[in-house]
């Protein structure tokens, strides 16, 4: 099968799947406005996937689990996995989505009871040229609440006009949020200013049974530094793996 034939076989699969996620909340948790506090969220998770430079089909993926509030560590998953599935633009999710749901099924046999509340992965939800990207993917696949938390601002055409030093700009000048609106009228994230002094934003996106609102606040209450910590646990830890791999192979 071609790229042009797998893009517009995802193309469609994606269009199905889109119709079942929900951008509401639909948690096992609640937010109280009036204390800026969460009531019930005990357990968060963060996902992550890096590649050795060396050898660009093996995965690494971390899935983290953290306590909330506290953000300490409770457990972490890790292992290899060979992808033979090709990376098109606009379709991360097709390439990594088994490695994630083989990191989650590890999860339910070694700790069940740890299984997150919430999931912020890295990588975009709703912030994707078919409002349909791994974050939301993943959210369907495993029917759990999902953020999509994305590092940089991925470019389509609806969002032509919004650029990622004007953005900078912006929080430079003292904004805490920035809504990603489309020239269309859909609003399909929220660049986030981190804590401290960066400007350098994060790019937040509802994955599946979350709103936008609550996964901004998600984020904040997750966040130490620009990424928030399981996202950043997870990446730690691929990252560490995938690079003593680089450094065994000649």
Same mark, same amino acid.
């Given at each position: 099968?071609?790229?042009?034939d797998?893009?517009?076989?995802?193309?469609?699969?994606?269009?199905?799947?889109?119709?079942?996620?929900?951008?509401?909340?639909?948690?096992?948790?609640?937010?109280?406005?009036?204390?800026?506090?969460?009531?019930?969220?005990?357990?968060? !998770?963060?996902?992550?996937?890096?590649y050795?430079?060396? =050898?660009?089909?093996?995965?690494? #993926? /971390?899935? *983290?689990? @953290?306590? %909330?509030?506290?953000l300490?560590?409770?457990?972490?998953?890790?292992?290899?996995?060979?992808?033979?599935?090709?990376?098109?633009?606009?379709?991360?999710?097709?390439?990594?989505?088994h490695?994630?749901?083989?990191?989650?099924?590890?999860?339910?046999?070694?700790?069940?009871?740890?299984?997150?509340?919430?999931?912020?992965?890295?990588?975009?939800?709703?912030?994707?040229?078919?409002?349909? !990207?791994?974050?939301?993917?993943?959210?369907?696949?495993? =029917?759990?609440?999902?953020?999509? #938390? /994305?590092? *940089?601002? @991925?470019? %389509?055409?609806?969002?032509?006009?919004?650029?990622?030093?004007?953005l900078?700009?912006?929080?430079?000048?003292?904004?805490r949020?920035?809504?990603?609106?489309?020239?269309?009228?859909?609003?399909?994230?929220?660049?986030?200013?981190?804590?401290?002094?960066?400007?350098?934003?994060?790019?937040?996106?509802?994955?599946?049974?979350?709103?936008?609102?609550?996964?901004?606040?998600?984020?904040?209450?997750?966040?130490?530094?620009?990424?928030?910590?399981?996202?950043?646990?997870?990446?730690?830890?691929?990252?560490?793996?995938?690079?003593?791999?680089?450094?065994?192979?000649?």
């Amino acid at each position: 099968m071609t790229y042009t034939d797998l893009a517009h076989e995802w193309t469609q699969l994606q269009s199905q799947l889109l119709t079942q996620v929900i951008e509401h909340d639909d948690l096992s948790f609640s937010y109280d406005p009036h204390t800026n506090e969460f009531s019930g969220l005990h357990i968060v !998770g963060g996902v992550d996937i890096s590649y050795p430079r060396t =050898n660009p089909d093996h995965a690494i #993926v /971390a899935l *983290s689990i @953290l306590s %909330f509030p506290s953000l300490t560590l409770l457990h972490q998953t890790t292992f290899q996995v060979s992808i033979d599935v090709p990376y098109i633009a606009g379709f991360l999710a097709f390439r990594e989505i088994h490695a994630y749901k083989q990191a989650f099924a590890s999860l339910q046999a070694e700790r069940p009871d740890l299984m997150p509340q919430i999931l912020l992965v890295d990588g975009n939800g709703t912030l994707h040229p078919r409002r349909f !990207g791994s974050a939301c993917h993943l959210g369907i696949e495993l =029917n759990m609440p999902t953020i999509g #938390v /994305a590092k *940089s601002l @991925l470019h %389509f055409d609806d969002l032509s006009h919004v650029g990622a030093k004007d953005l900078k700009g912006v929080f430079r000048e003292g904004a805490r949020e920035v809504e990603l609106k489309g020239q269309s009228g859909s609003v399909y994230g929220r660049a986030v200013r981190p804590p401290g002094l960066a400007s350098n934003p994060v790019f937040v996106s509802t994955g599946h049974r979350v709103s936008l609102d609550t996964a901004v606040r998600v984020v904040r209450a997750c966040s130490k530094v620009r990424v928030p910590e399981p996202i950043r646990v997870a990446d730690q830890q691929s990252r560490k793996i995938a690079q003593t791999i680089e450094s065994i192979v000649p």
